[in-house]
């Protein structure tokens, strides 16, 4: 076994032991095989109420910003522990419809109060290179069952038109896969039922690049409590859990729903700047230069 191999599990053993003693955990029992817990966070909703605005505008990019170091996020199950690296995509789907299937068997949401009607599971393209990474549905999304397409998804919607890809072409998901009761935001203990399948969701797209959409899904992913102001357009990673693979860069901004309820030109040349960073290191060159 190489050397980066050993310390790949090392830091998987460290990141177990972490999150058992943040759990409470003060022993640990002989078994053959480790189980895996989960920390993190909630956040607002997709669909919050907010005023129409027009697509993102692309000023001037933002100065750079020294990356921060990645925080480990929480173990996930170990059905993710499978490489996911060589994956074609009709293979990467039925991993997907069956991961969704389970989660159906095993509905966390029943541990908690929901107002859902229908499960807001994911959508795009199962291998895709970019992936969006939000909370939890709104009232529009529940409606549907897709996630993202109340008017913060409509806005999300022209942020990927501008980056130069469709929606068809990048994974949209969300940590909760079933609406908060009025769009509330999630307790932490919410959000950390419904985050193993989110993160074993990330491990089957495995996608080049995420895009963490607000605070709370950042801190989700990432497993900080950093503040927006420290992580918004700061490269951070995420380590897939389980799997032995390298890490998935990180690129945190602003919800939509925020950007809605303060569309200014400073908070949209932020976003923009963040995209552009995304936009860099995929190769993307945008609509007009496709």
Request: glycine share 6%; proline share 11%.
């Amino acid at each position: 076994m190489t050397a980066a191999a050993d310390e790949r599990i090392a830091r998987l053993v460290r990141q177990h032991a972490e999150t058992a003693r943040l759990l409470g955990v003060d022993f640990v029992p002989v078994i053959p095989r480790p189980r895996a817990a989960d920390d993190l966070d909630a956040a607002a909703p997709d669909d919050a109420h907010a005023p129409d605005a027009s697509a993102v505008e692309a000023p001037a990019a933002a100065a750079p910003q020294p990356p921060l170091p990645a925080p480990a996020p929480a173990p996930v199950a170990a059905a993710s522990s499978r490489s996911t690296g060589d994956l074609d995509r009709d293979e990467a789907q039925r991993r997907l419809d069956e991961l969704r299937a389970r989660y159906e068997r095993d509905a966390p949401h029943k541990n908690f109060i929901t107002a859902h009607t229908n499960i807001v599971w994911g959508e795009g393209d199962p291998r895709a290179r970019l992936m969006f990474i939000g909370e939890a549905p709104g009232a529009e999304e529940d409606r549907t069952g897709r996630p993202f397409v109340g008017r913060a998804g409509q806005l999300l919607d022209k942020m990927i038109a501008a980056m130069g890809l469709s929606r068809e072409q990048v994974y949209i998901a969300n940590v909760l896969k079933t609406r908060p009761p009025n769009n509330a935001t999630p307790t932490k203990e919410e959000a950390s039922l419904c985050a193993p399948y989110l993160f074993e969701q990330i491990a089957i797209v495995r996608p080049e690049v995420i895009v963490t959409l607000g605070l709370p899904a950042t801190n989700t992913v990432l497993g900080t409590n950093d503040t927006m102001t420290r992580l918004r357009g700061r490269w951070a990673e995420f380590h897939p859990p389980g799997v032995l693979t390298d890490p998935i860069p990180v690129m945190p901004t602003y919800h939509p729903a925020f950007l809605l309820r303060a569309y200014t030109p400073e908070n949209r040349a932020k976003v923009w700047s963040d995209l552009q960073k995304v936009m860099e290191r995929l190769g993307l060159k945008g609509p007009a230069n496709k």
